[in-house]
C-alpha cells in the first residue's frame, strides 16, 4: 500500500513536468530599423539589423544606391546577425525613401525613412550686411513659391523671396544679406506654396557686434564715420580710441549706432584701437583697427558745401611722415619738393587753386610711398546772365552799308564771379550769314566800369539784314552760365543799292554843282 502511493506520487510529479520540456522556442525575423526615424536631407541616421547571417557582409542600400556594407556579428544573445551603419541621408524630395539590407546569402530587409524639409546656413554667426548661403533640401520635388524668413525678434521678421524653384531632389540655395538685427541668436526658417513654416526644421544665426570706421586709414587730422550694428538692443554705448573716451551713443531697437564723426588726433605711425563697451563694462564688446599713417592737409579746407574759387590760395601741410624724407606734393601739374622735419611734419606749401569745377587732388608722396590724397573742392555754380545793351532793335554799321560787309560793336554788362569771367559766348544768327559763334576770351573784349565791349572781328562781318544776338558767361572754373535772351538788330542803315545810288546822286550833284560853279566863273571873265 505504502509502494502504491508513492508510484503514484512519483506520476504526477512527471504529468506536472512535461509541459516544460516541450515549450517551444521563439521565432525571430530578418529586421532593420532606424535611429532616429525621420529626419531632414544631410542629418546621421544609423541603421540597425538583426537575423542576418552572422560574420556575413550586409549592405546597406537607400533609394536603391549603396551607402555602407557591414559584417554581422553573433552577439551574446538571441536574435543573432546584428549589424549597424551610419550614414548621412541623400538628396531626395520630401515623404518615404526606402532603405534595403541584404547579406551574402540573401537574407534581406526593407523600411522606409521619411524625408521632412528643412534648412541649412554656410555659417551659424557673423554680422550684420553678412552674405549667408541658405541651403533647402527635402522640399517637395520642384516645390514653388519658397521664401527665407529672417526673425529680428520674436514679433518682427524679414522674408526673402527664393529666386528659383525646388530641383527634382526637393533641394535649393539662395543668398541673403544679414538685416540689421541686435546682438544674439535669431531664427532663419523658410516656407513654400502648399506648406507652413511648421513643415520646415528651421536654422539659427547669430548676430555679432561689429564696428566699422570709414575710412579705417587715414592721417591725423582726418574725420572717420564710426558706427556700429549687432550691438545689444537700447543699449548705451561707449567709444574709446586708444583707451581714450570720445563718444556716448545709445543703439537702436535693432542694435545698430551711428555714424559718429570722430577727428583722428596726432600719434605715431601704425595700428590705433577704436573699441566700444557697454556704459558700465570694462571688457570691450567689439573694436576696430585705424591705421595711421603719413598724410596731407589743406588749409583751409574745403567741403562740398563750402568749396573754394579760382585763384584763392591754400597750403599743404603733412604728418607722420618719416624724419627728415624728401617729399614730393603736386596740385594741377604743379609739384613742390620739400623735406620732412625730424617730427615727421611737412611745413606749409602754398598753391593757387585753377582748374576744373568739382574735386581736385593734392597728391603727396615718398620714398616711392603715396598717400592718400587731400581733396580741393572748386567751386560749381555758374555765373549770372549779363544784360545786353547794343546793338537793340537798331541800325548799325552806317560805313558797311556802302561796302555790304559790317562789323558792329556788341556791349553787354559785366558779370563778376568768385572764380572770374573767363570767356564770353557770342552766338549771332539771321541774315544772309550761317550762325556765327565765338568763344571770347576776356582778354579779347573792352572793359569800361560796367559794360563789356566787343567788336566783331573781319572775318565774321556781317551783310546786311536782320539778326539775332545773345551771350552766356564761363567762369574761371569752366561753369556755364545761361543764355540770355535774344535780341535783334538790322545790320546797315540802308541797303547797299540804296547807299550806292545816294551816293552816285551826290557825286553827281556835286559834279553839277562844280560845273556850273565854272560857267559862272568863266561868263563873268569874258564880260570883263
Avoid at 513659391?145 to 530641383?167: C, H, K, M, Q
Amino acid at each position: 500500500m505504502r509502494l502504491l502511493r508513492c508510484l503514484i506520487i512519483s506520476l504526477a510529479i512527471c504529468l506536472v513536468a512535461i509541459p516544460a520540456l516541450v515549450t517551444p522556442v521563439q521565432a525571430w525575423e530578418t529586421e532593420i530599423w532606424f535611429s532616429p526615424d525621420e529626419g531632414c536631407v544631410g542629418d546621421r541616421i544609423t541603421v540597425y539589423g538583426h537575423q542576418f547571417h552572422s560574420n556575413e557582409i550586409v549592405d546597406v542600400y537607400y533609394d536603391d544606391v549603396l551607402q555602407d556594407s557591414v559584417k554581422a556579428y553573433y552577439g551574446v544573445q538571441c536574435p543573432h546577425g546584428f549589424f549597424d551603419v551610419s550614414f548621412t541621408v541623400p538628396e531626395g524630395c520630401q515623404g518615404y525613401h526606402e532603405v534595403y539590407a541584404e547579406d551574402t546569402s540573401g537574407s534581406s530587409a526593407m523600411a522606409h525613412f521619411v524625408v521632412n524639409p528643412g534648412i541649412s546656413l554656410d555659417t551659424k554667426s557673423g554680422h550684420t550686411g553678412d552674405s549667408i548661403e541658405v541651403i533647402g533640401g527635402g522640399f517637395p520635388c520642384e516645390a514653388t513659391g519658397i521664401n527665407i524668413r529672417y526673425y529680428l525678434d520674436d514679433d518682427s521678421y524679414v522674408d526673402f523671396p527664393v529666386s528659383a524653384e525646388a530641383d527634382e531632389d526637393g533641394s535649393w540655395e539662395e543668398d541673403f544679406s544679414v538685416p540689421a538685427s541686435a546682438k544674439g541668436k535669431h531664427t532663419v526658417d523658410a516656407y513654400y506654396d502648399k506648406g507652413t513654416l511648421s513643415d520646415v526644421r528651421e536654422a539659427s544665426f547669430e548676430v555679432q557686434p561689429d564696428i566699422t570706421l570709414n575710412p579705417d586709414s587715414g592721417s591725423a587730422g582726418d574725420i572717420i564715420a564710426v558706427s556700429g550694428t549687432g550691438f545689444v538692443a537700447v543699449d548705451d554705448i561707449k567709444l574709446k580710441y586708444d583707451g581714450q573716451e570720445f563718444d556716448e551713443y545709445s543703439a537702436d531697437e535693432n542694435g545698430s549706432w551711428g555714424a559718429v564723426s570722430f577727428t583722428i588726433p596726432e600719434g605715431s605711425k601704425g595700428d590705433h584701437v577704436i573699441e566700444a563697451f557697454h556704459s558700465g563694462s570694462i571688457m570691450a564688446i567689439a573694436s576696430a583697427t585705424f591705421e595711421l599713417g603719413a598724410g596731407i592737409r589743406l588749409q583751409p579746407a574745403t567741403t562740398p558745401d563750402s568749396p573754394g574759387h579760382v585763384g584763392q590760395t591754400f597750403n599743404v601741410t603733412g604728418k607722420s611722415f618719416d624724419p627728415s624724407v624728401a617729399v614730393s606734393i603736386s596740385y594741377q601739374n604743379e609739384t613742390a619738393d620739400v623735406f620732412a622735419e625730424v617730427d615727421g611734419d611737412v611745413s606749409a606749401v602754398t598753391f593757387v587753386a585753377r582748374g576744373r569745377q568739382g574735386e581736385q587732388y593734392v597728391n603727396a608722396s615718398y620714398n616711392g610711398n603715396t598717400v592718400r590724397p587731400a581733396v580741393f573742392y572748386m567751386e560749381g555754380t555758374p555765373p549770372d546772365k549779363p544784360a545786353l545793351n547794343s546793338p537793340v532793335d537798331t541800325r548799325t554799321g552806317f560805313s558797311g552799308s556802302f561796302t555790304g560787309r559790317i562789323s558792329p560793336t556788341f556791349t553787354w554788362s559785366n558779370v563778376t564771379d568768385p572764380s572770374g569771367i573767363a570767356i564770353y559766348d557770342l552766338e549771332i544768327y539771321g541774315g544772309d550769314n550761317p550762325a556765327v559763334s565765338i568763344s571770347v576770351p576776356i582778354e579779347d573784349v573792352g572793359i569800361q566800369g560796367d559794360i563789356v565791349a566787343y567788336t566783331l572781328p573781319e572775318k565774321y562781318a556781317l551783310s546786311p539784314g536782320t539778326y539775332h544776338w545773345r551771350v552766356k558767361a564761363i567762369d574761371g572754373a569752366e561753369n556755364e552760365g545761361n543764355w540770355t535772351e535774344p535780341q535783334s538788330f538790322h545790320a546797315g542803315v540802308l541797303p547797299q543799292w540804296a547807299m550806292i545810288t545816294i551816293t552816285v546822286g551826290l557825286l553827281l550833284g556835286v559834279i553839277l554843282g562844280v560845273g556850273i560853279f565854272i560857267r559862272r566863273r568863266m561868263g563873268y571873265y569874258y564880260s570883263d
